[in-house]
């Protein structure tokens, strides 16, 4: 038997193999987006399939194809559309992808499932995707079919963030390629991670509203890191990494009854 939770990399009996025994399914949600000069563009691909892989371990789950195109970066959340590299899709599609793919696992026979995004604009047309795969579930007679949808990054703990930002926590949209996403990537991807090139133009200082076209004062830090990456660690990345998986897995469990 193949010794990995990742569904591409299983063959299609031993698939329906730990379906039919209940195996429930982790579909991670990213983006191929800028993370500023020291992190590569798959950061939100990285890090929630690498929370993913954590979890299935843990639960006997089965980690889906990352969705690798996310929804459109904002300013203010991911610096916007306007970096080289960052491909988004539209909102629209990206919640027809969602509805497909969950479509189909749910006609495989997948009967738990649990969305885990990664990318901060994914989170209302997940919601929708989700929606819109339910009613066609339910349209093919499958009654008994449960999904759980969440953002990984909910599952940090206060202590853990007390303890990583002990001037306080900025809040979790000027995080952007910033010392969360690099500790985090120091724990997965180490070597994608150029430490001599954070940057230190920020942190953002926008104001409460979007505004389009963005004006050249809008407080959006030219290196597209929102706030700060200087004293990220591998130290810190684990703290994080500890946190999303106990508590994402245990919540997993409560849900489904594991
Ligand atoms: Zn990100
Ligand atoms: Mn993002």
Same mark, same amino acid.
């Given at each position: ?57 843990? &639960?006997?789950? &089965? ?10 970066? =904002? ?18 599609? +990206? ?74 926590? $900025?809040? &979790? ?11 985090? =990537? ?8 150029? =430490?001599?090139?954070? $940057? ?5 200082? +926008?104001?409460?509203?979007?505004? +389009? ?46």
């Amino acid at each position: 038997m193949v010794d990995s939770v990742r569904l591409d990399e299983l063959s299609w009996p031993e698939f329906a193999a730990r379906i039919a025994a209940g195996a429930p399914v982790l579909l991670p949600l990213g983006s191929t987006e800028q993370h500023g000069p020291h992190l590569p563009l798959n950061v939100d691909v990285v890090l929630p399939t690498g929370v993913c892989e954590r979890i299935a371990r843990k &639960i006997g789950g &089965i980690v889906a194809p990352t969705v690798p195109y996310g929804c459109k970066s =904002m300013p203010r959340s991911g610096g916007g559309e306007q970096f080289p590299g960052t491909l988004s899709v539209d909102a629209h599609t +990206f919640a027809l992808v969602l509805r497909d793919v969950i479509r189909n696992l749910a006609r495989q026979g997948v009967r738990r499932l649990v969305v885990v995004n990664g990318h901060y604009e994914n989170l209302w047309p997940s919601v929708e995707g989700l929606d819109l795969a339910r009613r066609e579930i339910a349209r093919d007679g499958i009654t008994d079919f449960t999904v759980m949808r969440l953002e990984y990054w909910d599952f940090a703990q206060r202590a853990t963030l007390e303890s990583i930002f002990p001037a306080g926590f $900025p809040g &979790i949209e000027l995080e952007h390629a910033s010392l969360m996403e690099t500790s985090l =990537m120091m724990v997965l991807r180490p070597d994608l991670v150029e =430490m001599d090139k954070v $940057p230190s133009d920020g942190p953002a200082t +926008f104001p409460p509203y979007d505004r +389009f076209p963005v004006p050249d004062d809008f407080g959006l830090p030219p290196s597209g890191v929102l706030a700060v990456a200087t004293g990220s660690t591998v130290e810190k990345g684990e703290a994080l990494m500890a946190d999303y998986v106990t508590h994402i897995a245990a919540a997993v469990r409560k849900e489904f009854g594991l």
